[in-house]
């Protein structure tokens, strides 16, 4: 298996561009995390999907932010408008289980790296 | 105070040391994650703990819960042991608390 992929690797982008961030869990994994991760805070989890479905999105900053998870092998983590303090390294992981204590070992992406000028 | 505490925040040894990296906390949980993240930024899970020890190659996980505290221990480290590690508090089926890492450099 090729593992959790994630695209793109990187993006620098403009304050207010739409920003869209891609992950392709595991085969069979039916659990799915995004993480932010920063200087400032380390890492936070910012919304959790269980059988494609959104459990916890109390993580995500603000309304600028949405994630889908239209099918079990792909989800979305959108920004619009995109701010300067938006910048950071975004994982996604993904894991079998209905929730995070009952999952086994989460497996991460590499990560997108957003820079928001 | 902080839920979760790690020590120490970083750690210089040499080669072939013994390693232990402690995780405190204040809060009740159903387990606990520890993580690497390697200098490149990719993240790999070590353990998942709720209870006891769990031993992978070199590395070593134990937790008591009743302390509420958990280490992670490696043996002959070595300089690719390099990297941040993470302790991650799970309580209830959801809320997840990270620690702030543990920054470990292992000298040849």
């Known amino acids: 298996d090729a593992g959790v992929i994630q695209s793109p690797r990187h993006e620098v982008t403009e304050m207010g561009q739409e920003v869209t961030l891609r992950c392709k869990p595991i085969?069979?994994?039916?659990?799915l995390f995004w993480y932010r991760q920063t200087m400032m805070r380390g890492l936070e989890l910012l919304i959790y999907?269980?059988?494609?479905?959104?459990?916890?999105d109390s993580g995500m900053p603000e309304d600028r932010f949405s994630a889908k998870m239209p099918n079990a092998s792909f989800s979305t983590l959108k920004i619009q408008p995109s701010e300067p303090r938006d910048s950071a390294v975004y994982f996604c992981?993904?894991?079998?289980?209905?929730?995070?204590?009952?999952?086994?070992?989460?497996?991460f992406g590499e990560g997108s790296r957003l820079t928001v000028l | 105070k902080n839920e979760v505490e790690q020590s120490p925040q970083n750690l210089t040894a040499q080669e072939g040391e013994f390693i232990t990296i402690n995780c405190s906390y204040s809060?009740?949980?159903?387990?606990l994650h520890w993580l690497q993240q390697h200098p490149g930024g990719g993240i790999v899970s070590l353990f998942m703990?709720?209870?006891g020890k769990k031993k992978h190659g070199r590395l070593i996980a134990t937790i008591n819960i009743q302390e509420k505290h958990s280490s992670l221990h490696i043996t002959a480290s070595h300089p690719r042991d390099s990297a941040v590690y993470i302790c991650?508090?799970?309580?209830?089926?959801?809320?997840?608390?990270f620690g702030q890492g543990t920054r470990l450099t292992i000298n040849p």
């Open positions: 992981a993904s894991s079998l289980g209905s929730g995070t204590a009952n999952t086994g070992e989460l497996f």
């Open positions: 085969s069979g994994h039916n659990s």
């Open positions: 999907f269980n059988n494609n479905v959104p459990i916890d």
């Open positions: 809060v009740g949980i159903s387990a």
């Open positions: 703990l709720s209870s």
């Open positions: 991650v508090l799970i309580q209830g089926a959801q809320k997840l608390v």
